[in-house]
Structure formats: C-alpha cells, structure tokens
T-cell receptor, first 111, second 113 residues
Framework: DTEVTQTPKHLVMGMTNKKSLKCEQH?????MYWYKQKAKKPPELMFV???????INESVPSRFSPECPNSSLLNLHLHALQPEDSALYLC??????????FGPGTRLTVL | GDSVTQMEGPVTLSEEAFLTINCTYT??????LFWYVQYPGEGLQLLLK?????DKGSNKGFEATYRKETTSFHLEKGSVQVSDSAVYFC????????????FGPGTRLSVLP
C-alpha cells in the first residue's frame, strides 16, 4: 500500500461549526504532515508529527488542532474557522526524511 | 534562509515541444532536490528526485540533474503531451533539517494539441 488517503474530499462548514479532517497511511512512515494550499500557491507547512509527537507547529492559529492517535492516522480538528481558511488541506507522510507522499487533499470551504 | 526559485509561468507549449522549467535554490550544505507535479483538483505527486550533486533523476520522460556549481535542478522533457498539463513544484529538503521541505512557487504548464 503506497497511498495516503484523506477524508472527506470536500467539506463546507460554517464559522461556528466543529469538523475534523482525517488522513491515513499504511506505509510505516513515522513522519506525517499537514499543509494548507491556497489557489495558485505552493503548499504551506502547518504541522509535523514525528513518531506521533508534534515536532513542528508553524505558528498556526489555535482554531486548527492536530492530533496523531497512532502511527497511521493523523487528524486535523477545525473550530471557529474564518472564510480565509478556505483552501485545499493536504496530508503527507515520509520515511526518515526522504520524499514526502501526499494525499489527494480535502477541499475546505468556510461560509 | 533556504529558498527555491522557479519560473512561474504560465508556460504554454504545443504538443511534442521541448520543455524546460528552470529551478534554482539557495541552501547551505547538501540538500536533496525534488520535482513534484500537481494535476487539477489533486494532491502533489513525486515526479523525480536527486540526493547528491551530479545525480540525474528521471521518470515518465522527465529528467533533472542536480548541479551544485550552479545551484540548479532544471526540469526537462523532450516531447510534451497534453496530459502533462499541470503545475510543477521544485522543492528541497535540507540534509540536516529534519523533514521539512521548502517548495518553489510552482510553474503552471499548459500543453495544447
């Protein structure tokens, strides 16, 4: 299995909603990442988990809350988002700092 | 800090034309270099990589050579197809900076039939 899967594919939420994005990989990778990508821009790193511990938080607002329940799963909990948070959210994983494998992303729209 | 610069495009070519997308980087040490491709509505896919100077990465007819003397990793393909239309990102990972990648701004390629 060489895939990173993400659910849901699309998500529309209001500013008062709470929702979660999910990411899963079964390649045995011990590093997992969340990126945010706006239209016509490169991905921006949000969080890095290494061996299920948060190792990097790129000054992301607290309305985004990551969680790594085990070595295969990565969640991103969303609460009280703003319209400017609408974007494609990408999950990735890697082994020992080698190339990152990306999921297809979740297209998030905040109304 | 580390950075990646690439021609932003858009680049528009006719089918079977030769493609070059320039990529240069700024980094200390010996980073690994990557090209990723993003098709419309999808995530990023690794296209090719090179981990040391003079390495050539290749895949699906695309090639790039790690040139330390010019700090470059230009992407080339001899004959593009309509299906190559996508956004191409050059990226680096520092050897001593854990797992973080630095991405270039991306180059949008459109190939016309």
């Amino acid at each position: 299995d060489t895939e990173v899967t993400q659910t849901p594919k699309h998500l529309v939420m209001g500013m008062t909603n709470k929702k979660s994005l999910k990411c899963e990989q079964h390649m045995g990778h011990r590093a997992m990442y969340w990126y945010k990508q706006k239209a016509k821009k490169p991905p921006e790193l949000m969080f890095v988990y290494s061996y299920e511990k948060l190792s990097i938080n790129e000054s992301v607002p607290s309305r985004f809350s990551p969680e790594c329940p085990n070595s295969s799963l990565l969640n991103l909990h969303l609460h009280a988002l703003q319209p400017e948070d609408s974007a494609l959210y990408l999950c990735a994983s890697s082994h020992e700092g080698n190339e990152q494998f990306f999921g297809p992303g979740t297209r998030l729209t905040v109304l | 800090g580390d950075s990646v610069t690439q021609m932003e495009g858009p680049v528009t070519l006719s089918e079977e034309a030769f493609l070059t997308i320039n990529c240069t980087y700024t980094a200390t040490g010996y980073p690994s270099l990557f090209w990723y491709v993003q098709y419309p509505g999808e995530g990023l896919q690794l296209l090719l990589k090179a981990t040391k100077a003079d390495d050539k990465g290749s895949n699906k007819g695309f090639e790039a050579t790690y040139r330390k003397e010019t700090t470059s990793f230009h992407l080339e393909k001899g004959s593009v197809q309509v299906s190559d239309s996508a956004v191409y990102f050059c990226a680096l990972r520092k050897e001593d900076y854990g797992q973080n990648f630095v991405f270039g701004p991306g180059t949008r390629l459109s190939v016309l039939p």
